[in-house]
């Protein structure tokens, strides 16, 4: 019976170990997914002119941002630091650009801002994450 507990146990302590180390890199691609889903539909947005709906994604693109800028290191790549150099800048821009309701200018941050997501995928050894403008609509949303 005693063996028994302590397999049990030391089973359970295995099991927790594993997805607390997992959960760290399950929190990050979330994140990570999420950033994408919201930039998609702020691309959206941007094509439909919806400076609503621009606005509203953008912050939730920004929340995705700092959410990931948490993560200080995963796998050996300084996330939080490469988030900085790459990314912030980028949107910071872009963010500046929707507030003003300039289009051109916000189409052409929107464009820079997908292509520091692939800066900093090249930095850190995931160039084979390759990011693209997408205007195909799979939401059941309109943008309009």
């Known amino acids: 019976m005693t063996r028994t507990l302590i397999a049990i146990a030391s089973t359970a302590m295995f099991f927790?170990?594993?997805?607390a180390a997992e959960s760290g890199e399950g929190d990050f691609i979330n994140h990570m997914t999420r950033l994408q889903y919201f930039s998609h539909k702020l691309?959206?947005?941007?094509?439909?002119g919806?400076?609503?709906?621009?606005?509203?994604?953008?912050?939730?693109?920004?929340?995705q941002i700092e959410?990931?800028?948490e993560v200080e290191q995963l796998d050996g790549i300084?996330?939080?630091?490469l988030m900085a150099?790459?990314?912030v800048p980028k949107f910071e821009n872009l963010e500046d650009a929707v507030k003003a309701g300039e289009p051109a200018a916000?189409?052409?941050a929107y464009d820079e801002m997908l292509e520091s997501c692939n800066d900093c995928h090249r930095a850190s050894q995931r160039q084979f994450i390759k990011v693209e403008r997408r205007t195909d609509n799979p939401y059941m949303q309109s943008f309009e």
């Not at 691309?43 to 439909?48: C, E, T």
């Open 16 to 19: 927790s170990a594993a997805t």
């Open 43 to 48: 691309g959206l947005a941007i094509d439909s």
């Open 50 to 63: 919806n400076k609503d709906l621009q606005h509203f994604y953008a912050h939730e693109v920004e929340e």
């Open 67 to 69: 959410a990931v800028s």
């Open 78 to 81: 300084e996330v939080s630091k």
């Open 85 to 87: 150099q790459f990314l």
């Open 106 to 108: 916000v189409d052409t």
